[in-house]
Each structure stands twice: as C-alpha cells, then as structure tokens.
C-alpha cells in the first residue's frame, strides 16, 4: 500500500520527489516489471525492510505473474534485535537477499525489530 501510494503521489505531482521518503517492512510484490521501473526512476528514497524468511515479499510469486519488486532491499536474515545486522541489496529480485531463503515463514512477517506486530496496536504504537 505504501509503494502504491507513493507511486502516485508522485505520478500526481503531489510532492516532488526531494520530499518524499518510502520504507516498507514486510512489502509483497506489488507491480510488474514497468511499475518497478516507474517507482525506481521517480522515487530516490526507498528501502523494503525484510525480515529473514518473511513469506509475505515473495508474494505474489514473480515467475506465475510476473510481479515485480523495486529497489532496494533491506534484509535481517536473524531475530531483528538491537544491533543486529543487516544486508543491503541493490538488485530488486535477486537471490543475494531474502529470495536466497527456500523456506519461507509466516512467523517472521508478524515480528519485526523483535516486536510482535500485534502488539504495536495494543500499546497504542508506543515504541
């Protein structure tokens, strides 16, 4: 939803894109192989934070529908504590990420920073 609504507020003219930010966690594919293109030439800003084997950014699955990432990804391939380490990967799709993972797993879209989702909006998103 995130990069759609970035997608076009800067289609629109909404805001130029010196002002504008985008950082998703968790993001599924979200468009073809044009709207990647379109979000990486428009959109300087962006990262998608993925969390080791999170099953939700390998969906839709990209060789069925051709469902596309764009750039660039952030990936914690470990429990996402404080001073955990990550890798970043310019290549939208590439398997030196989380497309490197087989298993995928549920359990680790519901986690992020070592913080349950959930209890984001039971604590009135106090963290």
């Known amino acids: 939803m995130a990069s759609l609504a970035a997608g076009t507020i800067v289609a629109e003219g909404v805001v130029p894109d ?4 985008l950082m998703t966690f968790g993001q599924p594919r979200t468009g073809d192989k044009e ?10 800003y962006k990262f998608r934070v993925v969390h080791a084997q ?7 699955f990209k060789l069925i529908w051709g469902y596309k ?11 996402m504590t404080t001073n955990s380490t990550f890798v970043g990967c310019e290549e939208a799709d590439g398997n030196a990420c989380s497309n490197s993972q087989v298993a995928l797993s549920w359990p680790d879209h519901m ?10 909006g039971k604590n009135g998103c106090k963290y």
């Open 69 to 79: 990432h764009h750039r660039s990804e952030i990936w914690y391939n470990n429990d």
């Open 35 to 44: 709207y990647a293109h379109f979000i990486d030439s428009r959109i300087s």
């Open 18 to 21: 010196s002002q504008l930010k």
């Open 111 to 120: 986690h992020y920073f070592n913080i349950h989702i959930f209890d984001f």
């Open 54 to 60: 999170d099953i939700i950014p390998h969906m839709p």
